[in-house]
């Protein structure tokens, strides 16, 4: 008798925990905007996401990868006004993660497309990163 009510409570509190997780994902999501995506190939070093003009402007910007790991080694986002800002930064992300947010300089800024240039981590036999760009 015991044991089932624990049961019960432990199956409770895992659908109040799942629940939990899917409320912060979307609180999450719901300030970053999709602005693009592009699929490493695995035979160049550097792709490019071209963002149009009417997507807005942004603070920053989050890169996302699903499929398999990317080593990015350097970002460049390049802005409606011909300005481009070049961010460094080291950082091996697995699949199914996300880069820190990385803050643009100056005020909210229009985005004409995003470079990154990367290393190609291990990939399973087949398995190809994806990477997606989010603004906020």
Known sequence: MATSRITRIIWAFLLLMSVGQAAFAHERDRHWVF???????GFRDRDTIVIGRSEGRFQSIQLRVAGAP???QRVV??????TS???????YIPAGGETRAID???DARVISSVDFLYSRAW?????RPRVALYGR
């Open 77 to 82: 986002v390049r802005y409606a006004n011909g």
């Open 35 to 41: 602005l693009g995506q592009t699929t490493v190939d």
């Open 85 to 91: 800002e070049e961010v460094e930064f080291r950082d």
């Open 123 to 127: 990939w399973r036999h087949g398995a």
């Open 104 to 106: 643009l300089r100056g």
């Open 70 to 72: 990317v080593e990015f």
